[in-house]
Nanobody, 123 residues
Framework: QVQVEESGGGVVQAGASLRLSCVVS????????MAWFRQAPGKGREFVAT????????NYGDSVKGRFTISRDNSKNVVYLQMSNLKPEDTAVYYC????????????????WGQGTQVTVSS
């Protein structure tokens, strides 16, 4: 069974940077596409970024393009989300998700999820 665990959340001021990490165990990491989603208080879960198994392809949500970067290290079974120029509207619980095969921007396509890590950006 694939297990997903996020870390790296915290409280930062607007304009700061933060890097989230997500460790995957129990499966063939290099066969899985990975993604980050987020959920702000009172809102639905929103797509943030996704990366293909070999890092050839990536997609970003419109609200984070140019500020966030997704990357992965298949030798360590880790995917990262580097967040720069953070804004108060980036405040949310950030979830890491994994799926076997091609990447997707849709929540319904991801089978394995972490518990989430809280990111709070103060103004």
């Amino acid at each position: 069974q694939v297990q997903v665990e996020e870390s790296g959340g915290g409280v930062v001021q607007a304009g700061a940077s933060l890097r989230l990490s997500c460790v995957v165990s129990g499966g063939a990491f290099s066969d899985h596409s990975m993604a980050w989603f987020r959920q702000a208080p009172g809102k639905g879960r929103e797509f943030v970024a996704t990366i293909s198994p070999t890092s050839i392809a990536r997609n970003y949500g419109d609200s984070v393009k140019g500020r966030f970067t997704i990357s992965r290290d298949n030798s360590k079974n880790v995917v990262y989300l580097q967040m720069s120029n953070l804004k108060p509207e980036d405040t949310a619980v950030y979830y890491c998700a994994a799926r076997s095969g091609a990447r997707s921007i849709f929540m319904r396509d991801y089978r394995f999820w972490g518990q989430g890590t809280q990111v709070t950006v103060s103004s």
